[in-house]
């Protein structure tokens, strides 16, 4: 295949940004999306050029680190696949690719194509985590019975791998959903009830200090979600965000 690649280069943070085209020739449809990139970059850097900058790590599926709005489209056509996961059968012989970072404020442009989610991580900072004794006497946490069904719900929430992609593809750059996954997670299961009613309120409190929008049940991060995290899951964290208001 022969493609036009738009991308976006963008030195800083602080500096502004633009559309530049590249041609490449030669990509194969079993190659993934950040192959086809790793080749663009080897011409770039032959030809004594700056390679683009994009974040990945595991290319599996599994890290959240690949972050790419392709054609408008965070992580591309596909469903239920990260942009590592993309194969580049998915484009057509002269197809013109535009290749973006995930905008939102609360990730900020590090350099081209990667973002800073360190918003994430301070979300998850601040409620993402249960207290165990660890004194020797801690009890195995196969002897506590857990209904199937809410065992299966919070390992489907456990599923979110962070990637914000939800975030990219909301109009309001809503973090309910990665946030909803992560307070999910441990609402549906008893060790996470010790410190339900703190977790939600902080984990929404720094949800909305970084400043992310608000959700408004447009469902296009569901969409857009490479590991298919439900739109349940923010309807399950306004309910545990009320009980714990109401606690005070
Ligand atoms: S909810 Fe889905 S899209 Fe959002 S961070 Fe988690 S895995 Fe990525
Ligand atoms: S590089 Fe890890 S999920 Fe894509």
């Not at 975030?167 to 307070?183: E, G």
């Amino acid at each position: 295949m022969n493609l036009t690649l738009k991308i976006w280069r963008q030195s800083d943070a602080n500096s502004k940004g633009k559309l530049v085209d590249y041609n490449i020739s030669g990509v194969e449809g079993d190659m993934s999306f950040l192959e086809m990139l790793d080749v663009l970059n080897e011409d770039l850097i032959n030809k004594g050029e700056e390679p683009v900058v994009f974040d990945h790590d595991c290319r599996e599926g599994i890290c959240g680190a690949c972050s790419l709005q392709i054609n408008g489209e965070p992580h591309g056509p596909d469903r239920l696949v990260t942009t590592c996961q993309l194969h580049m059968r998915k484009f057509n012989d002269g197809d013109t690719i535009y290749i973006e970072p995930f905008r939102a404020k609360a990730f900020p442009v590090v350099k081209d194509l990667m973002v800073d989610r360190s918003s994430f991580e301070r979300i998850q900072h601040a409620g993402g985590y249960i207290s165990v004794n660890t004194s020797g006497n801690t009890q195995d946490a196969n002897a506590i019975p857990i209904p199937k069904k809410d065992a299966d719900e919070a390992m489907d929430a456990a599923t979110c791998i962070g990637c914000g992609a939800c975030v990219a593809a909301c109009k309001n750059a809503s973090a309910m959903l990665f946030t909803s996954a992560k307070v999910s997670q441990y609402a549906l299961l008893p060790q996470g009830q010790v410190e339900a009613t703190e977790r939600v309120l902080a984990m929404v409190n720094q949800m909305d200090e970084e400043g992310f929008g608000n959700c408004t049940n447009t469902g296009a991060c569901e969409i857009e979600c490479p590991k298919g995290i439900s739109l349940e899951n923010i309807a399950r964290m306004n309910r545990e965000y009320l009980k714990a208001s109401l606690k005070g």
